[in-house]
């Protein structure tokens, strides 16, 4: 069973949509996309250097037209389930027919100027924690003030708090925990600091229509599957303010059965985490439009022994 996942903030690079706009009317695409959600999405994928794309209010419209963009050049595919981390499920959003690819990127550049607007109240961030035990981590952050924003599995988890909280946590690791990484990001997501992005959220999720997903949805909150567009998209609006839990959405993977893990543009981060979590299931990431031939014979070698039960 093929599980299709788009990445979060953090996962962009300067010039890494430079590539896919080479492909038969990417560019087009991409453009028109820009001028309905009036952010030049083509200058900040080819030319923006890392701090213009570490806005959040650029990265993430970024991030879902590279990840709409790169499935798309995968071609007509059906995945056992689809999930997103963080920004990455209005992505998955889309890939599930719950929204249509404007809707999605008009959802997102409104969540991205929200959040924005939440970051700049008060100087904040977010840093990964790599190994350690979970329960003292956790418990570690709490006492210095942070927030355990992201539990990613795999060993990691990513705490948000001001920068003075994530100094300390620099100076201070929990015991086992071998490096504190600072990640490209503008703010505590998935924290109470991003409160005020919620209300406006919610009020842009409820000028639009969503679709019952036609793919199984698996959902940050707490990694349950979702079958109602309109839950959908209430999750949506609160996980702003609300730790991603990626270890549910992968136990979920499992339950379902998965035996291979497809990470669209900018790929890297959520196949890193499978490969530790998931130990079996292949995986590949969408870095540049080489990997698609790869990721289509991957998708294909999964679907054959699908249709071999299916005739017998």
Same mark, same amino acid.
């Given at each position: 069973m093929l599980v299709l996942v788009a990445p979060g903030q953090g996962a962009q690079t300067p010039?890494?949509?430079?590539?896919?706009?080479?492909?038969?009317?990417?560019?087009?695409?991409?453009?028109?996309?820009?001028?309905?959600?009036?952010?030049?999405l083509v200058h900040?994928?080819?030319? *923006?250097?890392?701090? *213009?794309?570490?806005?959040?209010?650029?990265?993430?419209?970024?991030?879902?037209?590279?990840?709409?963009?790169s499935a798309a050049a995968l071609g007509d595919i059906a995945p056992g389930a689809v999930a997103g981390h963080s920004v990455g499920?209005?992505? *998955?959003?889309?890939?599930?027919?719950?929204?249509?690819?404007?809707?999605?990127?008009?959802?997102v550049r409104k969540r991205g100027l929200a959040m924005a607007d939440a970051a700049a109240i008060t100087e904040?961030?977010?840093?990964?924690?790599?190994g350690g035990d979970p329960e003292v981590s956790v418990a570690h952050l709490e006492k210095l003030g942070l927030t355990p924003a992201n539990i990613n599995g795999a060993g990691q988890i990513v705490a948000a708090g001001t920068l003075e909280q994530l100094a300390a946590l620099a100076e201070d690791k929990p015991e086992g925990v071998r490096k504190v990484v600072p990640l490209k990001?503008?703010?505590?997501?998935?924290?109470?600091?991003?409160?005020?992005?919620v209300e406006?959220?919610?009020?842009?999720?409820?000028?639009?229509?969503p679709a019952d997903p036609k793919l199984t949805y698996v959902?940050?909150?707490?990694?349950?599957?979702?079958?109602?567009?309109?839950?959908?998209?209430?999750?949506?609006?609160g996980q702003v303010a609300n730790p991603v839990r990626w270890d549910l959405c992968m136990e979920t993977f499992k339950e379902l059965g998965v035996t291979a893990?497809?990470?669209?543009?900018?790929?890297?981060?959520?196949?890193?985490?499978?490969?530790?979590?998931?130990?079996?299931?292949?995986?590949?990431?969408?870095?540049?439009?080489?990997?698609?031939?790869?990721?289509?014979?991957?998708?294909?070698?999964?679907?054959?022994?699908?249709?071999?039960?299916a005739g017998a």
């Open positions: 010039g890494f949509l430079t590539p896919w706009l080479e492909l038969p009317g990417a560019a087009d695409r991409v453009a028109a996309w820009s001028d309905a959600i009036g952010l030049d900040y994928g080819t030319q *923006a250097d890392a701090d *213009a794309i570490r806005d959040t209010a650029v990265a993430q419209p970024l991030l879902v037209a590279a990840g709409l963009l499920e209005i992505t *998955a959003a889309a890939f599930a027919g719950v929204l249509d690819d404007i809707s999605a990127l008009s959802l904040t961030g977010m840093s990964a924690l790599l990001v503008a703010g505590a997501f998935h924290t109470r600091h991003m409160a005020p992005a406006t959220l919610a009020k842009a999720a409820a000028e639009l229509a959902s940050n909150k707490d990694g349950r599957t979702v079958a109602s567009g309109a839950e959908v998209l209430e999750r949506l609006v893990l497809i990470e669209v543009c900018p790929g890297g981060t959520l196949t890193g985490l499978a490969k530790r979590a998931l130990p079996g299931v292949r995986t590949l990431a969408l870095k540049t439009p080489e990997d698609l031939d790869a990721a289509r014979a991957l998708v294909a070698e999964i679907a054959t022994p699908a249709a071999d039960a």
